[in-house]
């Protein structure tokens, strides 16, 4: 089983920035690709970034590509978002996944099968 902790989620006015840490546990972290989704009220979760098993890798999403930086680090099995120059229309409470499949990255929020619990993100006017 894999456990997903997210965190660093938080309010900020528009133009700030947040810095989000997901740790995982329970299976070989580094065969896996990990991706961040987010999911605003009344809204269906939609793909943000992913970034492939050995992180060379990245996808980003039209709406955060330039403003939002995706990395991990093997060693502490942890995977990062920072997001910079954040929107009102950012906000969301934002998950982390991991990938089923080893060594394959995708967009596709149905080959995530590990998700965490989430953090919300709240960007002020």
């Known amino acids: 089983q894999v456990q997903l902790v997210e965190s660093g989620g938080g309010l900020v006015p528009a133009g700030g920035s947040l810095r989000l840490s997901c740790a995982a546990s329970?299976?070989?972290?580094?065969?896996?690709?990990m991706g961040w989704f987010r999911q605003a009220p009344g809204k269906e979760r939609e793909f943000v970034t992913a970034?492939?098993?050995?992180?060379?890798?990245?996808y980003y999403a039209g709406a955060v590509k330039g403003r939002f930086t995706v990395s991990r680090d093997n060693a502490q099995n942890t995977v990062y978002l920072q997001m910079n120059s954040l929107k009102p229309e950012d906000t969301a409470v934002y998950y982390c996944?991991?990938?089923?499949?080893?060594?394959?990255?995708?967009?596709?929020?149905?080959?995530?099968?590990?998700w965490g619990q989430g953090t919300q993100v709240t960007v002020s006017s």
């Open positions: 329970g299976r070989t972290f580094s065969s896996y690709a």
């Open positions: 970034i492939s098993w050995h992180g060379h890798t990245i």
């Open positions: 996944a991991a990938h089923s499949v080893p060594f394959v990255t995708t967009t596709r929020r149905s080959e995530y099968n590990y």
